[in-house]
């Protein structure tokens, strides 16, 4: 079984500014991808950025990048130059090659500030 | 990346009776989930489903109580039976491949009164 956890309940950003949101994972398998997900309001689940284990290279997707340490099984989204469209629940979620399901954290609600 | 329909998109039922939710993939895609939400909660998995066979049920969620069908490649439904005050949360439906990222339905807010 896999574990994902969100250590922070919510955070808060000033427009323009970096974020960091930390998730931290457990899992026996090899072979496992990871995503970070965003939910606004509208409840819609928007896949934001996903991470192959195998790639050493931390993914990048414009204004969002990861810190992935693997040997830590720590998955950090850095959001760069922060909008008011970033405010959201962001959850971070863990799936292995083979069982293919994901298992998700408890979720960060970012705040977006003028 | 797959688009997914998901329908309706709310609906208020009374008790002891049964929702159908519907998912439409635009494409075909191996794997397909359902999943439950309560409000300002993370995403609880209810099952997979496989097509063409039994879906495969998680801790705690029975067939009985949440009756799923797979089809083909491009569709799925879930149907909450029986319902009590209980039941009322959001329903997503997701689909995809791991290498590639699980698209979702835009969701399904029940209210059972």
């Known amino acids: 079984a896999q574990t994902v956890t969100q250590s922070q309940p919510e955070m808060s950003v000033q427009e323009a500014e970096t974020v960091t949101l930390s998730c931290t994972y457990d899992?026996?398998?090899?072979?496992?991808?990871l995503f970070w997900y965003k939910q606004p309001p509208s409840r819609q689940m928007i896949l934001v950025i996903r991470?192959?284990?195998?790639?050493?290279q931390n993914a990048t997707e414009n204004r969002f990048s990861v810190n992935f340490q693997k040997a830590a099984k720590s998955f950090s989204l850095k959001i760069s130059d922060s909008q008011l469209g970033d405010a959201a629940m962001y959850f971070c979620?863990?799936?292995?090659?083979?069982?293919?399901?994901?298992?998700f954290g408890t979720g960060t609600r970012l705040q977006v500030t003028l | 990346s797959a688009v997914i329909s998901q329908k309706p998109s709310r609906d208020i039922c009374q008790r002891g009776t049964s929702l159908t939710i519907q998912c439409q993939v635009d494409s075909q895609v191996t794997m397909m989930f359902w999943y439950r939400q309560q409000p300002g909660q993370s995403l609880t998995l209810i099952a997979t489903?496989?097509?063409?066979?039994?879906?495969?049920?998680e801790s705690g969620f029975v067939i009985d109580k949440f009756p799923i069908s797979r089809p083909n490649l491009t569709f799925s439904t879930l149907t909450v039976s029986n319902m009590s005050p209980e039941d009322s949360s959001i329903y997503l439906c997701s689909g995809g491949q791991p290498n590639y990222g699980y698209t979702f339905g835009s969701g399904t807010r029940l209210t059972v009164v």
């Open positions: 489903a496989n097509q063409g066979s039994e879906a495969t049920y």
């Open positions: 991470q192959e284990a195998y790639k050493q």
């Open positions: 899992t026996s398998e090899s072979d496992y991808y």
């Open positions: 979620a863990a799936g292995t090659g083979t069982a293919s399901k994901l298992t």
